[in-house]
């Protein structure tokens, strides 16, 4: 048997499943989806922006179509994204310029953005 010296080194497996990842991660992965879903249904807001200040009739159309559960749920959705996005968006900010850039304030302006996104979208899916 070889030395431990000599034996061929083998790669290292790393685990980059969003479940192992660390909370400042987990938020930065967050940060980027909320934006490419805000991205993805821009279009859809401009229409539905574009049908509510045509006319009286088709902003009762859209408020009756807006009604469905589904539409609830897409618009809950949104909500959602803007509000992840905003808040994730002010902690890199700040981030950007050195402020909470250590382990432990790191870790928490996570939570903290994961507390206030949670409880506003909440606050204004209501």
Known sequence: MPPPAQKKR?????????FNLPLPGVVS??????????????????YLL?????????FAVLRDTLAHPLAKLVLFGLIWAYVQ???S????????V???SDLHTARAT????LIFSSFF???LAW
Do not use: C, K, Q
């Not at 083998?10 to 969003?18: A, D, I, Q």
């Not at 968006?89 to 950007?96: C, V």
């Open 10 to 18: 083998r790669p290292v497996w790393y685990n980059l499943s969003l």
């Open 29 to 46: 992965i967050l940060h980027r989806i909320s934006g490419a879903l805000l991205f993805l249904l821009l279009p859809g807001v401009l």
């Open 50 to 58: 574009d049908a509510s200040l045509h006319s009286p009739e088709r």
């Open 85 to 87: 996005h905003l808040f």
């Open 89 to 96: 968006g002010i902690r890199l900010l700040l981030l950007d």
């Open 98 to 100: 050195h402020l909470g």
């Open 110 to 113: 996570s939570r903290v953005v």
């Open 121 to 123: 979208t909440l606050l």
